[in-house]
């Protein structure tokens, strides 16, 4: 019982656009005639209760563009856009950074000398976390000659994954995508006997 959340396709459009819209704006400002290698890319998350988010990166690579114009211009640019501007000095070498409204971006350089200007927009969430399903049986609707199942004491599904099917993204060890509670096979009982 993983809910889709209602408008988080639309939402991760709208920052992609937001943000690849913004970066363009600023590749044309610092590098005007310079045409940018953009690479866009889509992180998948997973949680260990099923959430599930996607993540939008887009970095533009800008040729022939030497560092020591194109931070200044960068910053300059992003500042006058809104950004809240970050410079420092890093293991691989100077770097911009700027956030605005979730959005982050920034510059850097490529170890064969090319400027690279980078977006990440936030995680958008697409799948609220899992919530187990109701118990199949309890004490009122055990069946005669039953006892509730002594591993998941009526639940029914697996107990470890809760009936997910997966733990941390990966498939259930315990159940094996079985989701149901290997004791009693999903029914919540055992029998008096067992
Ligand atoms: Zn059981
Ligand atoms: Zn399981």
Do not use: N
Not at 119 to 146: D, H, I, L, S
């Amino acid at each position: 019982m993983s809910e889709e959340i209602a408008g988080a396709a639309q939402e991760f459009e709208r920052s992609a656009g937001r943000l690849r819209s913004g970066l363009m704006a600023v590749a044309a400002d610092v590098a005007p005639g310079v045409q940018p290698e953009v690479e866009e890319s889509v992180k998948e998350r997973r949680t260990t209760h099923g959430s599930m988010g996607r993540q939008f990166k887009i970095s533009m690579t800008l040729p022939g563009v030497p560092w020591t114009s194109a931070a200044p211009a960068v910053s300059d640019a992003l500042g006058a856009a809104g950004w809240c501007i970050e410079g420092g000095e890093g293991a691989s070498g100077p770097y911009v950074k700027a956030r605005r409204d979730g959005l982050e971006a920034g510059l850097f350089r490529q170890p064969f000398g090319a400027v690279c200007l980078w977006g990440e927009a936030p995680t958008v969430w697409f799948r609220a976390r899992w919530k187990r399903p109701p118990r199949v049986a309890t004490p009122q609707t055990v069946m005669p000659g039953y006892r509730l199942c002594r591993m998941c004491d009526g639940w029914g599904t697996c107990i470890e994954c809760e009936g997910l099917g997966f733990m941390d993204g990966r498939q259930c060890i315990e159940c094996g995508l079985g989701m149901d509670c290997s004791y009693c096979r999903g029914t919540g009982q055992q029998h008096l006997d067992s």
